[in-house]
Every structure is written in C-alpha cells, then in structure tokens.
C-alpha cells in the first residue's frame, strides 16, 4: 500500500525502533506509548484490520499471538506464573479494529502494554 505508515517503516523506507523481525512480522515501539513499555506487533502484508482477515491468516495472527509474550519478557513486562498474589509482571494486549475500536492506522496490528497496571485510568 502506498500510502500505509506501518508498510513503509516494514519496508524500511520510514525508521522506527525495530525490535525484531521475520519474514512475516515486523516489531517496533510506539511513538507515542502509553505505557513504560508499548511495542506494535505488525505483519509485513499489508492487511487493514483483524475484521478483514479470514482462514488464510490463521498462521501468521497465531504467530503475532505468540510473539506478544516473548517481547514481553525480553522487555521487562514478562509474566512469571505464581501461586495467587505471587504471579508477577504481565502486559495487555490489545487490537483496535474499526473507528468506534479506536483504530487509527489501518494496517492490522497488536499493542503490547506493560509497566505498572496500565490499563489503569484509561477506562
Ligand atoms: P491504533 O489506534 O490501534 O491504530 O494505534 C496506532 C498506533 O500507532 C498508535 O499507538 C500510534 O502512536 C502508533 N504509531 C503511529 N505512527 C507511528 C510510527 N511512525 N512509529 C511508531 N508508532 C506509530
Ligand atoms: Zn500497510
């Protein structure tokens, strides 16, 4: 897509803070986070929303599923399993689909949120 923010930093032609890379998925932080940590999981294709995706995308959106955790972790906000108020850490994951879901770059893509209960506040 020509004009699409989130292909032109996954074709390099724009620069983001790129934490990792595949040949499907792209990853970089927010410009704007809302959060100590707020990274944007982003596949290469250009798609425009989750509501436009179908049975051909099953492998790459469980791959952004995965990924989400392993950023996480390698970004401070991991979550460390426990027993009741010993579980520790976590993040929010979050996709806006739509105008009345808040999207604001329509090229499909995932919020990892994490830091101190960030979602806190924000309802
Ligand atoms: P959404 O409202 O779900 O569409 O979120 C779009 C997100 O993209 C917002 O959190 C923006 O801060 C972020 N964003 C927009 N442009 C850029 C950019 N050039 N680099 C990194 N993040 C961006
Ligand atoms: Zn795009």
């Known amino acids: 897509m020509d004009n699409c923010i989130f292909c032109k930093i996954a074709a390099g032609t724009i620069p983001s803070k790129l934490i990792y890379?595949?040949?499907?998925?792209i990853a970089f932080h927010d410009i704007n986070p809302a959060a100590p940590v707020h990274l944007l999981i982003v596949p290469r294709a250009h798609i425009d929303t989750l509501a436009g995706c179908d049975d051909r995308?099953?492998?790459?959106?469980?791959?952004m599923l995965l990924l989400a955790p392993k950023l996480a972790?390698?970004?401070g906000c991991g979550y460390v399993a426990g027993a009741g108020e010993t579980a520790t850490g976590g993040f929010?994951?979050?996709v806006n689909t739509g105008p009345d879901g808040g999207q604001e770059v329509y090229h499909l893509h995932m919020h990892v949120i994490g830091g101190s209960r960030p979602w806190r506040g924000q309802r």
């Not at 890379?21 to 998925?25: F, G, I, K, N, V």
């Open 92 to 94: 929010k994951t979050l």
């Open 21 to 25: 890379e595949d040949a499907d998925l």
């Open 57 to 63: 995308q099953t492998a790459m959106l469980g791959k």
């Open 73 to 75: 972790q390698e970004h």
